[in-house]
C-alpha cells in the first residue's frame, strides 16, 4: 500500500461525503416540499433544486473522482475484494461510471420530456385515454432506449434500466425467480378466490379518528423499532421514508377517517424503510458502505415490518387489545375477524391498493410488460391490449378502462422503467430474509406476543444494515440465507398463512 | 454603457442570484432546525449548514466580482446614482468588501468562540453569576474589535459593528436621536408609575386554549395582509421570521395558553416581518433590490403591525367582538377593560416582556453600555454595577440580581453588538412611517374600524416594501415622511395613547 494511493482514497471519501452532504440538503428541499411548503413556494424551490442537483452532478463528475479512483484501484487497498475499502471504490467507481457516460443533453432531455409527460399523463389517466399519452410516452421510451445504449448491457437494453434501481440484478435471473414465483402464484390466488370465504371488511372501513389513528400508528411504529428521537412522522399525499442525514430519518404517511389500515400498514411499511435507514452506521455517512444497498433490499425491510410482522398473528396478540381500547368501533369486534378483515386477498385492478398475495401479480405483470417494451416484442401503442390480455390471464378479471389499467401508474411518465421489478423482489427478499430470522431466532414470535421486537430488529441491524452497499444484493442473500434469491420461501409463507385462513 | 460592463453587471447579477438561492437552501436548513428536526439530527445539521455557508462564502468572496465590480463601477452604468443598476453596484460592492476585509482566520475564531461563549452565558444566567461569563465575554468583546478594525471606522470602532446590521448608520446620528428620545421617555414612565393606575391584567391572563389561539392568531395575520399562499406558521421557543424563497416566508410563534397577548402580538410583530418580506419584489429576488433594507426598517414594519395597528383602539373596535366570541374567558370583559389591560406599562427588568413604553428604554440602557465598551469608557468586568446604575436611572428599579440584569440577552456571547440599536431605531421608523401614512390616507382608522387593512398594507408596499435595498434607510426615511428621523412622531404618539389611557 503505498502512501499516495492512501492519501488518493482518502480524498476520495473526502470528496464523496461532502457531495452527500450536499445532496442531503436536496432531501430537506424534498420532504419539505412534500410537507409544509407553502403553494407558492413551488418555483423557487425548483430553482434550489436544480441548483444543488447541479453542483451535486458537477462534483461526482469531476474528472477529478476518475483520476483518484484510477490511482486507488490499481493500488493494494482493493486487492482484498472483500475490504472496506474495496467495496467503497467498486460503488463509487460504479456510480462514476454511469454518470459520465450519461449525456449531459440527455439528461436535460430526460428532465423537460419526462416532466411534460407526467402533466399529459395525469390527464390521460383523469380521462382514462391512452391515446393522449402514447405520443409522450414514445419519446419516453426513446430516451430511456438512449440512456440504455449510453450506459451499455450485456444482454438485452432492459438490463441497463433495472441496473439503476437494483445493481447488478439482470433480466435473466430477475425473470427466471418471477416465472415460478408467477406459476405458484396464479392458482393459489385462483384457489382463494374459488373458496368462497370473504371477510367482514366494515370491521376495518368504519370510523377510525385521525388523531387516534396517529397515536396508535406511532405507537407500532415506535415498538417495532423506528426511533423517534432520530427521526418524525409527518402526513403527505403520497407517503414516502428519506434520510436528511445521520439521526435524521423522515416517514410520512395519509390518514383515511374511515379506514384503519391504510395508514396503519403504511406507517409500518414506511418505518421499516425508516428502520433500515437507521440501522446504517453513522460512521460510515456519506461512503457506500453508509447507504442502503438497493430498492429491492429497502424494499425487503419495509414489507418484512408491514407483513411478516404486521400482519401477522403474534403482532396482534399483542396489539388488538391495544387497538380495542383505543378505536370505539372495534368494541366487540372478534379477533379471528379483525385478523381476516386485515388479510383480505381479492383480484383487484389497482395495484397501490392490493393485497400481500396478488401485490405481486401486479409487478410481474408490470416487468412482463417493460420486457418486451424493451426488446420490441410490443410497441408502445400496443400497451392496453397487451395489459388487459395479461390482467385476464393473471387476476382472471379485465379492467373496463386504462384508467384502472395501464394508465394507472406515474412510474413510466417519469420514466421509471426497471423500478417496479423491485417491489416484488422487496417481497422475495422480504420471505427469505424472514424465514432465517425465524431459524436465528427460535422465540421470535413468542417475542412478538409479548409486544417485543427488538431481537428481529437487532437481526436486521447485524445481518443487513449494518453493511450498507458492502455487498450486492445477490452476495448479501447467499451470506445472509446462504441460498440465492428464490420464489420458495415466499411461496412458503404465503401458502402456509393464507391456507389456514381461506381453508385451502 | 460599453456591451462589456453589461455583460459584467449581467454576471454579477446571475452571481449574486445563485449565491441567494445557495443561501436560501440555508435558510431552509435553520427553520427545519428550530421547528421539525428531530433532536439527533443536530450534527448532521451543523455539516450541512457549515458546507453550504462555506460555499456562499467562497462565491461572495471570489475574486471574480471584485473584477467584475470594478469593470461596471467605471462604466456609464452606474453613472445615474439613482439607477436599479447604481444600488445593486453599491450594495454588492458594500458587502463584497466587508467579507472580503475579514480575515478567514477570525471569522472562524469567532465562530469558534461565540459558540463556546453562548455555552458559558447560559450557564452563568443560570446561576446568575455574571464572573463565570466575564473572561469569555472579554474574548468575544476583543474580537469583535479585532473585526471593528479589518471593517475600519471613521469615528469610533462601534460604527463599524452597527455597520452590520443597520448599514450606513452611524453612533453619531443614533445617539443624538437616542438621547433626545431618552430625555422624554424617562419622565414618560415616571408619571405613568405615578398615576396609580393599573389595569385588571388577569383578563388576559387566563385560560387561552393554544388551538383556539392558534385559530385567532392566523386570522389577525390574514387580516392584516400576511398571505398564507406565500406562507405558514409553526411553532418554536423563540419565534422568528424567515424567508425561504419568492413565494415562500414563514413566521413562528410560540402559545402560552395562560396569556393571550404573547403569542397573538407575536403572531403580529412577525407577521409584520413577514409583510416586508412578501413586499419585495419577486422580480428582484436574489439581488440587493430584493433584499429588505435593515434590520431597523425590518423592524419598524414589525413594530407597527404589532403596536401601531395591533395595540390601537380601531383595531380592537372590530376584532374584540371576534375574540370574545371565540374565547369563553372573555365573555363579559368591558371592552376599556381588556384595551387597558393590553397596553399595560410597567417598569420591568426583562427586555422581550416589556411594553411599548419601556422597550425603548431597555435599548437605550444597551445601546450606551455597548458604546462605552466599545470606546473603553467601561471595562467588561464593570458590566454588571454599570448595568444596575443605569437601569436605576432609566426606571426607578434595580435588578436584584445579574440573571435580571446584565445576563439576560443572548446577544453578546453570540457576538451580536450593535443589534440592540436596531430594535428601537424601529420603533422610531415605525412610528415616524405611520404618522405619514395617517395623514396620506385619511380613512386609515376608519378602514381598521372595519377591519380592513390593505390600504396600509399598500402604501407600505409602495413607499418601503418595492424598493428593497435600493435607498439607504436614512434616504428612505427622507423620500418617505420628508424628514430624517427623528424621536419626534413616536414620543407625540406614546404621549397621546397613553396620556389617555393613564390620564396624565
Not at 67 to 75: D, F, G, N, R, T
Not at 338 to 352: G, K, L, T
Not at 415 to 436: D, E, P, V
Not at 476 to 497: F, I, N, W
Request: glycine residues 6%; hydrophobic residues 40%.
Amino acid at each position: 500500500m503505498t502512501t499516495s494511493a492512501e492519501q488518493a482514497y482518502n480524498e476520495l471519501i473526502a470528496t464523496h461525503r461532502e457531495i452527500a452532504i450536499l445532496g442531503s440538503c436536496e432531501s430537506l428541499l424534498g420532504w419539505d416540499e412534500r410537507t409544509y411548503m407553502p403553494r407558492g413556494g413551488a418555483e423557487g424551490r425548483s430553482r434550489q433544486v436544480a441548483l444543488l442537483s447541479g453542483l451535486v452532478h458537477e462534483r461526482f463528475t469531476d474528472k477529478k473522482i476518475g483520476e483518484l479512483l484510477s490511482v486507488v484501484e490499481e493500488s493494494d487497498l482493493v486487492r482484498d475484494t472483500e475490504s472496506d475499502a474495496a467495496a467503497n471504490v467498486r460503488e463509487i467507481r460504479r456510480e462514476y461510471d454511469k454518470q459520465v457516460k450519461l449525456p449531459k443533453e440527455l439528461v436535460e432531455e430526460m428532465a423537460r420530456i419526462t416532466s411534460l409527460a407526467q402533466g399529459v399523463w395525469a390527464e390521460a389517466r383523469e380521462k382514462s385515454d391512452f391515446s393522449l399519452f402514447e405520443p409522450k410516452l414514445k419519446e419516453v421510451i426513446d430516451l430511456k432506449k438512449r440512456q440504455a445504449e449510453a450506459y451499455g448491457y450485456d444482454t438485452e437494453p432492459y438490463d441497463a434500466l433495472i441496473d439503476d434501481y437494483e445493481p447488478y440484478a439482470t433480466v435473466t435471473t430477475i425473470s427466471e425467480v418471477f416465472a415460478k414465483l408467477r406459476a405458484e402464484l396464479v392458482p393459489l390466488v385462483r384457489a382463494i378466490v374459488e373458496s368462497g370465504k370473504r371477510p367482514n371488511m366494515s370491521i376495518i372501513e368504519n370510523d377510525f379518528p385521525v388523531n387516534l389513528q396517529e397515536e396508535f400508528g406511532k405507537e407500532a411504529a415506535a415498538a417495532i423499532g423506528f426511533d423517534f428521537n432520530i427521526g418524525r412522522l409527518d402526513v403527505t399525499t403520497h407517503p414516502f421514508c428519506t434520510t436528511i442525514g445521520p439521526g435524521d430519518v423522515r416517514i410520512t404517511t395519509r390518514f383515511n377517517p374511515k379506514h384503519l389500515g391504510q395508514a396503519l400498514f403504511g406507517i409500518m411499511h414506511e418505518a421499516g424503510h425508516g428502520i433500515y435507514e437507521q440501522g446504517l452506521l453513522d460512521e460510515n455517512y456519506g461512503t457506500p458502505l453508509g447507504e442502503a444497498l438497493s430498492l429491492g433490499i429497502h424494499e425487503s425491510q419495509s414489507r418484512m415490518w408491514e407483513n411478516l410482522v404486521g400482519r401477522s398473528k403474534p403482532f396482534w396478540e399483542n396489539f388488538y387489545p391495544k387497538a380495542q381500547s383505543k378505536f370505539p368501533s372495534l368494541k366487540g369486534v372478534a379477533f379471528d375477524d379483525f385478523f381476516f378483515a386485515i388479510n383480505n386477498v381479492e383480484p383487484s385492478f389497482i395495484r397501490v391498493e392490493a393485497d400481500e398475495v396478488t401485490y405481486n401479480l401486479h409487478i410481474l405483470l408490470r416487468f412482463e410488460i417493460e420486457r418486451d417494451l424493451f426488446r420490441e416484442k410490443i410497441k408502445p401503442e400496443d400497451l392496453p391490449s397487451a395489459w388487459n390480455e395479461k390482467f385476464k390471464e393473471f387476476f382472471g378479471i379485465t379492467p373496463k378502462n386504462d384508467a384502472e389499467g395501464c394508465l394507472q401508474d406515474i412510474h413510466w411518465s417519469a420514466g421509471l422503467f426497471g423500478y417496479f421489478a423491485t417491489y416484488a423482489l422487496g417481497n422475495l427478499y422480504a420471505s427469505q430474509f424472514f424465514a432465517k430470522a425465524e431459524n436465528a431466532i427460535p422465540d421470535l414470535k413468542d417475542n412478538f406476543r409479548r409486544g417485543n421486537f427488538s431481537a428481529l430488529k437487532k437481526w436486521l441491524n447485524e445481518n443487513i444494515h449494518v453493511y450498507g452497499k458492502k455487498y450486492t444484493a445477490e452476495k448479501l442473500c447467499e451470506r445472509v440465507t446462504g441460498k440465492p434469491l428464490s420464489h420458495e420461501p415466499m411461496m412458503d409463507y404465503l401458502k402456509a398463512k393464507f391456507g389456514e385462513l381461506y381453508g385451502i
